[in-house]
């Protein structure tokens, strides 16, 4: 009985993790302008209308859809792991593993990893996605001089 509570702990402390992983893709990344004449003519108000303009451009081109693939990559590949880990910490601890309890933790951060992964992505965390905001941005006059 022990063994079996010991489990729906480690399944309980995945499933935090998963959400905490998926509270860490909150924060958006936004571009920090250089304040060159167009900047301070427009001001950071208009600014801001304007890159989220661009972010939104970003979104519903085929960026967006890129992003959608290495989240759902990203998530397969964390599930995995946290299932290898959980099989090898179960024999280093000297207990069968419980696969059932396990697989569940594994879909959990996976689910939590592909949330965070596609947020961090398809709100700022792509390279891809920055560089079509700083494009769209540049044709509109302003310098982008990094994210933060």
Wanted: net charge positive; glycine share 14%.
């Amino acid at each position: 009985m022990k063994h079996h509570a010991s489990s729906s702990s480690v399944v309980a402390a995945l499933g935090l993790c998963a959400a905490l992983l998926s509270g860490c893709a909150t924060p958006v990344a936004k571009p920090a302008f250089y304040p060159n004449a167009h900047y301070q003519q427009m001001g950071p108000a208009q600014a801001q209308a304007d890159a989220q303009a661009c972010s939104e451009l970003a979104r519903q081109s085929e960026v967006g859809a890129v992003n959608k693939i290495d989240a759902g990559r990203a998530a397969a590949a964390g599930a995995a792991g946290v299932g290898t880990a959980g099989v090898v910490g179960s024999l280093l601890s000297g207990h069968k593993p419980d696969l059932k309890n396990i697989a569940a933790g594994a879909a959990a951060i996976g689910a939590g990893g592909a949330a965070a992964t596609a947020a961090g992505q398809s709100i700022g965390g792509s390279g891809m996605y920055r560089q079509f905001v700083q494009q769209c941005l540049g044709e509109r006059g302003y310098q982008v001089i990094g994210w933060h």
